[in-house]
């Protein structure tokens, strides 16, 4: 008998083995079920996080503060003559825009598929509404628009990137480095073009040294808009264009008045009174060039060339002139100011 009980012992601890064994199977199965299953979890929040980076959002600082923009927005609408021309590079597709008052060569002005906005004096806003943007870009000619926009199109977002640089700005100069800086930054984030924004703000700070470099801190000089065969006054400091670039490159302006403006046809000032300031450098903006669809349109060259009080300065006399880049009166972007800033570099140092 002792050796029977024994046997069943023995028979009974196998079984509890067995059973045991496959207890533990059983369980490892589950675990291993489990940690599939949370791989699997883990690789679709991951799919789910990069779907939402590659359409998620961006915070931008504009003229009234940050603004969260959606990132490769859908049916733009670009009113801003500071931008056009570095979305245009990108690549940036725009359903509508203001082609009255755009570079004649830009691409969208010749797509019929860009909606036309007409100018900033009498706009057709509505056409906004019907393009259903996801992104407005508005600024400089259009930034007084702001409010009736917003309203027009409330599901949109609608961002101001206006500079000051009137009269009433302190810091001018420094408004429209800075300026061009954040617009251009704020586009890259936007259009997710960071390494071309990064580019080309480098490029705009080393035209802006070089220009430093070549002036030589004592020559006067005299900023000019040349529209309609007339010669008018760019007071120094503030405005379009030339005024800021006082501040920026330290220019000695070489005549100074009181309550001068920013108009962008320039001060009524007498082309004697031009002569009688003798500047040693002229820098010339060609409105007409950028503008007028006359034949008997005068380019600025011929303008200052043919006008008898000019002839005796020191900068007509010696050649001592820099011309805008043709189109820059409807294309302020960070490129034409680059070519502007590289242009008064290789002028001035000659």
């Known amino acids: ?35 599939d299953t949370n791989e699997m979890a883990e690789t679709d929040e991951q799919a789910n996080d990069s779907a939402e980076e590659e359409a998620g959002t961006v915070e931008i600082t ?45 691409p969208y002005v010749s797509d019929d598929s860009v909606q036309d906005i007409g100018n900033h004096r009498e706009p057709n806003l509505e056409i906004i509404a019907t393009v259903d943007p996801e992104l407005v870009i508005v600024g400089q000619r259009f930034a007084g628009y702001y409010e009736d926009i917003k ?51 480098a490029d705009f700070d080393q035209a802006i040294e070089d220009a430093k470099d070549a002036y030589n801190g004592t020559d006067t000089v005299m900023s000019v808009v040349v529209s309609g065969g007339d010669i008018g006054f760019a007071a120094p400091g503030s405005g379009r264009v030339w005024g800021p670039l006082y501040e920026i490159l330290g220019w000695t ?7 001068a403006s920013s108009d962008h046809q320039g ?26 669809s006359t034949e008997d349109a005068v380019p600025a060259q011929d303008v200052i060339d043919n006008s008898p009080a000019l002839q005796d300065t020191t900068a007509v006399s010696e050649g001592q002139i820099v011309y805008a880049p043709t189109d820059t009166y409807t294309n302020e972007s960070i490129q034409t100011f680059i ?12």
Do not use: Y
């Open 1 to 35: 008998m002792g050796k029977f009980k024994f046997l069943k012992l023995t028979v009974f601890i196998a079984i509890l083995a067995l059973l045991l064994v496959a207890c533990s199977n059983s369980n490892d199965g589950n675990e291993g079920q489990a940690n």
């Open 62 to 106: 504009d003229a009234h503060g940050t603004v969260t923009v959606p990132v490769n927005p859908k049916n733009v609408v670009a009113l801003d003559n500071r931008a056009f021309e570095t979305l245009s590079d990108w690549g940036v597709e725009l359903a509508a825009a203001p082609k009255a008052v755009m570079p004649a060569d830009s």
């Open 151 to 201: 309203e027009l199109v409330p599901e949109a977002v609608v961002i101001d990137l206006d500079v000051d640089v009137s009269e009433e700005a302190e810091t001018p100069g420094e408004n429209l480095v800075n300026g061009f800086i954040d617009i251009t930054t704020s586009l890259g984030k936007i259009f997710d073009k960071n390494e071309e924004a990064e580019q080309l703000v």
């Open 253 to 259: 302006p070489a005549l100074e008045i009181d309550e």
């Open 267 to 292: 001060d009524d000032i007498s082309v004697e009174a031009i002569a009688q300031s003798n500047p040693d450098w002229i820098f010339a903006l060609d409105r007409d060039a950028a503008v007028s």
């Open 339 to 350: 070519e502007i800033f590289e242009d008064i570099a290789n002028t001035l140092a000659k």
